[in-house]
T-cell receptor, first 113, second 113 residues
């Protein structure tokens, strides 16, 4: 089954404790992206990757890092989480090209105390 | 920055009625997509309409695009309780790169049995 898998789905952590949210897709997609969703603000893009070893900032990259060492994986790293990073995070992927639907993971709800 | 803006923010209808949601955007686009999100879940792609298309159908969904007004509408006919969800439009910029697909804040549709 074609899917985008995120882990963990739920996480409560404390300020400053480094964490990684993993994202893996099994569709051989070149493009992957991370979004955060907050009430009243919709989805905002954090980082995206056009292919292995190619990443770029989205609209709200501060406080986040990403890496793309393999085509299927695109982890989101919070080096020193802060309470304003409490949010619902989504990973998405799609095939290369100018258009095309995004496939989303089920989301990771992160709470930073 | 938010490109697409959905209207209304919330819509409540009875089962069997039609639901219409609108999306306005500001800059030229390559395509416009509609997504659905059940509460707290990942977004699911519904339909994509290209900038040179005016109308598109998929099952009970009808999407229109008016590039002169920079607006789109999503019509769901004969709504069902299972259609209750948030609906988002997303725009891909013209000029070649669709990497920064930008989402609006969504319309929350409630279909009452």
């Amino acid at each position: 089954e074609a899917q985008v898998t995120q882990n963990p789905r739920y996480l409560i952590t404390v300020t400053g404790k480094k964490l990684t949210v993993t994202c893996s897709q099994n569709m051989n997609h070149e493009y992957m992206s991370w979004y955060r969703q907050d009430p009243g603000l919709g989805l905002r893009q954090i980082y995206y990757s056009m292919n292995v070893e190619v990443t770029d900032k989205g609209d709200v990259p501060e406080g986040y890092k990403v890496s793309r060492k393999e085509k299927r994986n695109f982890p989101l790293i919070l080096e020193s989480p802060s309470p304003n990073q409490t949010s619902l995070y989504f990973c998405a992927s799609r095939a290369s090209g100018n258009t095309g639907e995004l496939f989303f993971g089920e989301g990771s709800r992160l709470t930073v105390l | 920055s938010q490109q697409g803006e959905e209207d209304p923010q919330a819509l409540s209808i009875q089962e069997g009625e039609n639901a219409t949601m609108n999306c306005s955007y500001k800059t030229s686009i390559n395509n416009l997509q509609w997504y659905r999100q059940n509460s707290g879940r990942g977004l699911v792609h519904l339909i994509l309409i290209r900038s040179n298309e005016r109308e598109k159908h998929s099952g009970r969904l009808r999407v229109t695009l008016d590039t002169s007004k920079k607006s789109s509408s999503l019509l769901i006919t004969a709504s069902r309780a299972a259609d209750t969800a948030s609906y988002f439009c997303a725009t891909g910029p013209s000029g070649g790169s669709n990497y920064k697909l930008t989402f609006g804040k969504g319309t929350l549709l409630t279909v009452n049995p």
